[in-house]
């Protein structure tokens, strides 16, 4: 993936992100994007009560991942990395 196109890439994945970041601060909680690896998996950190959550994964999978996939089609997974 080249420069730009990542950097195409990472504009819209981050739009998609401050459309459910109201909803994880609400709980306490917070979402970065820290990178997309040339496979098109999205690498994010978790904060604030998010963060070692028991329901985390669940938020990950359930909600975010999917809100990212459906604005940005090109992305495979959303991953937490710490």
């Not at 459910?20 to 978790?46: K, S």
């Amino acid at each position: 993936m080249g420069g730009e196109e990542k950097a195409k890439l990472l504009n819209e994945v981050e739009e998609a992100l401050e459309s459910i970041r109201p909803y994880l601060q609400g709980d306490g909680g917070n979402i970065t994007l820290l990178d997309i690896t040339d496979d098109f998996v999205v690498q994010v950190r978790l904060e604030g009560s998010c963060h070692g959550c028991h329901l985390s994964m669940q938020t990950l999978k359930g909600g975010v991942e999917m809100v990212v996939k459906k604005s940005v089609p090109q992305i495979v997974e959303v991953v937490a990395v710490d």
